[in-house]
């Protein structure tokens, strides 16, 4: 009898040794290793439109005498204003670049800006304005060559003010005071971009 227990005992251990691992450890968690999915975004592409010169044009009497560029971009104004006096040309004013500071919100009557970029050369930027106020800045973004700008006003009288075709750095500068209040119809601006790109912003403030 001993001898037929220990022949049972034989073989309950040579089975346990037989079954296979799996079936041993089938409460064992399974740990699935996935690859790394790697999202490669798509480098940003800039298009630009094809540049188009045409002449600039100066009118009769305009008090710059200097060679200026014989082709220019236009860029067309946001808002179309009709001035309704005959232009006559003020002597050519300097200008002096002094730093300015941006006027409160309350005292700001009117805003517009206009992008060039470097491509485009000499850039011709036209804004309407036909708003009242005391002085004018410009706000530019990056260096840019400024060649000339024409303020209009209501009796239609034109301040040129002379840049002579001089770089500046991007920073907010007084344009033009007219401390008595002009009713100010158009602003033009002659304009370069030395830096890829540059956004022209006029202000009108009172």
Do not use: C
Not at 65 to 89: D, K
Not at 134 to 151: H, I, P
Not at 171 to 200: C, M, N, P, Q, W
């Amino acid at each position: 009898m001993r001898r037929i227990l220990l022949s049972w005992f034989s073989l309950v251990i040579a089975l346990g040794v037989m079954v296979p691992l799996e079936t041993q450890g089938g409460q064992r968690r399974k740990v699935v290793v996935r690859p790394r999915t790697v999202v490669v975004k798509p480098s940003r592409v800039v298009v630009r439109k094809p540049v188009v010169q045409t002449m600039l044009v100066v009118h009769h009497g305009h008090p710059i005498r200097r060679v200026l560029p014989n082709t220019v971009v236009i860029r067309q104004p946001h808002r179309v204003v009709a001035v309704g006096a005959p232009l006559v040309f003020l002597p050519r004013l300097v200008w002096a670049p002094r730093v300015g500071t941006m006027p409160s919100s309350n005292r700001l009557v009117w805003q517009d800006n206009e992008s060039i970029n470097r491509d485009e050369g000499w850039v011709d930027t036209n804004f309407g304005v036909d708003d009242s106020g005391k002085a004018l800045f410009l706000d530019l973004s990056g260096e840019t060559a400024l060649n000339f700008a024409e303020v209009t006003f209501a009796n239609g009288n034109v301040q040129v003010v002379d840049f002579d075709a001089r770089t500046r750095d991007a920073g907010f500068y007084r344009l033009l005071d007219f401390s008595d209040g002009r009713h100010v119809k158009t602003v033009r601006i002659l304009a370069k971009s030395e830096a890829e790109e540059t956004k022209l912003t006029v202000y009108l403030s009172k």
